[in-house]
């Protein structure tokens, strides 16, 4: 059973209560448009109970929607918690024999960074389904350790992908390097952002599809501060909400 805290709320609706305030006093910082960056909660490990949990606070800025990366666990989960109506992200690395099921099972991806991914997306994505939204994953630090496509072949894939016509492209996602460092944190979102809005031009090319290019998927529960300065549109939190869990990976 969750523990509970004084006057009824859980353990959870106390850290995202938390969370919530310090998303709405960034955007006042950083002069963002109050309500403007939505709370992503990264559940991947986590019980689908805890999700129900959240999903029923029903708290502004949260949304009903999670992310996953882990595709067996995510199919579990979103069986289980079918009756809710939640909307599913999809963050972790896409390996090509996956990519029926995430077609099939969700509603955003956010690590797209190879046309073969996205091609495999939209020709997998089922009939009668909307399009599958999807965000392109920048290597912005240039680690060889994590997914991504780099600056250089960002436009080239931006332009590919938007001609596909069960993809709907809305924006980029990154993961910076680790650092303690606000300006090194700010600097590497900024980067991200320019990028952004350096495609918004491509996204206005006559012959690709209808553009909705409006999402930055960029920040985590260490630096969420200065991904909302930087433009920020999702944040994507799991420790801050669910509390630590025992295996830590690079996705929150």
């Not at 353990?11 to 305030?21: F, G, M, S, T």
């Not at 910082?29 to 960056?37: A, I, L």
Request: proline share 6%.
């Amino acid at each position: 059973m969750p523990e509970n805290y004084p006057g009824g709320k859980t353990d959870i609706e106390q850290r995202l209560r938390k969370l919530i305030a310090r998303v709405r006093f960034a955007e006042k910082t950083y002069q963002r448009v109050p309500g403007s960056v939505q709370i992503l909660p990264v559940s991947k490990t986590r019980s689908a109970q805890s999700l129900a949990e959240v999903a029923a606070l029903k708290l502004p800025g949260v949304g009903g929607a999670f992310s996953e990366s882990y595709l067996q666990e995510a199919e579990n989960k979103i069986t289980q918690l079918a009756g809710l109506n939640l909307q599913w992200h999809f963050i972790g690395p896409i390996q090509s024999n996956k990519t029926q099921s995430i077609a099939r099972l969700f509603h955003w991806v956010h690590g797209v960074d190879r046309i073969k991914i996205a091609q495999r997306l939209n020709n997998q994505r089922p009939t009668g389904l909307p399009p599958l939204n999807v965000c392109l994953q920048v290597n912005i630090s240039g680690e060889p350790s994590k997914s991504g496509v780099s600056l250089g072949a960002l436009p080239t894939l931006a332009q590919q992908v938007a001609t596909l016509p069960n993809l709907r492209l809305r924006g980029l996602m990154a993961i910076p390097a680790a650092s303690k460092n606000m300006a090194v944190q700010r600097a590497a979102f900024a980067a991200v952002y320019e990028a952004f809005h350096s495609l918004a031009f491509h996204s206005r090319t006559p012959g690709m599809a209808e553009p909705k290019w409006d999402t930055l998927s960029m920040g985590m529960s260490t630096d969420l501060e200065a991904a909302i300065a930087e433009g920020a549109t999702i944040v994507r939190i799991g420790t801050d909400i669910f509390g630590p869990r025992v295996v830590q990976d690079t996705a929150d």
